[in-house]
């Protein structure tokens, strides 16, 4: 992920959208929080997990846009190859208060996707019981929306709340 490129709009309840390219020069859509408030109230848990919040203030969108981002700078892992830094993503039906682009379809009320990337969270400790994952002692850093702290949290508690449909995505770079 890149800098935040050409227009900027207001965003629905305060701070504005924007477009940043991927590594292959995709362009996606952004959301930058308000200048004031709260640091928990200005990104989500795709800014944590990609670290786009760390290096240029903005969470990227859920949906098709993160989707991008996932395809373009990371490759997918099987479950028992899961590693430190690794990214999860959590698919499923879109919920309410899910982070979709200003100009996508995709809304929980049009039902226009039945199945998105709707949570990102961070390896931090992988641990296998019998060559599979232990969800109960694996830990991943996770942000929980715009109004929660990030947390450590086990590999079970994540998904209790999203889910356990996740996917093991390896950043390009790292690898290549």
Not at 115 to 127: D, G, L
Request: proline fraction near 5%; include cysteine; charged fraction near 25%.
């Amino acid at each position: 992920m890149g800098p935040i490129q050409g227009a900027k709009t207001p965003a629905k309840g305060g701070g504005y959208n924007a477009k940043a390219p991927t590594e292959k020069n995709n362009m996606v859509n952004v959301w930058v929080g308000p200048d004031t408030g709260a640091e928990v109230g200005k990104y989500f848990c795709h800014g944590h997990t990609l670290r786009t919040y760390l290096l240029y203030k903005y969470s990227v969108f859920s949906g098709k846009d993160i989707d991008t981002v996932l395809q373009d700078e990371y490759i997918k892992c099987a479950k028992h190859d899961m590693r430190v830094e690794d990214v999860l993503a959590w698919t499923g039906p879109p919920r309410t208060g899910e982070w979709f682009s200003p100009s996508s379809s995709a809304t929980v009320e049009s039902g226009a996707y039945l199945f998105v990337t709707c949570h990102t969270a961070r390896v931090v400790s992988p641990q296998f019981d019998k060559g599979e994952v232990d969800p109960k002692m694996t830990q991943v850093t996770t942000k929980n929306g715009k109004g929660n702290a990030v947390a450590v949290k086990t590999l079970e508690e994540v998904c209790s709340v999203y889910g356990g449909a996740y996917e093991i995505f390896r950043w390009r770079k790292k690898i290549d």
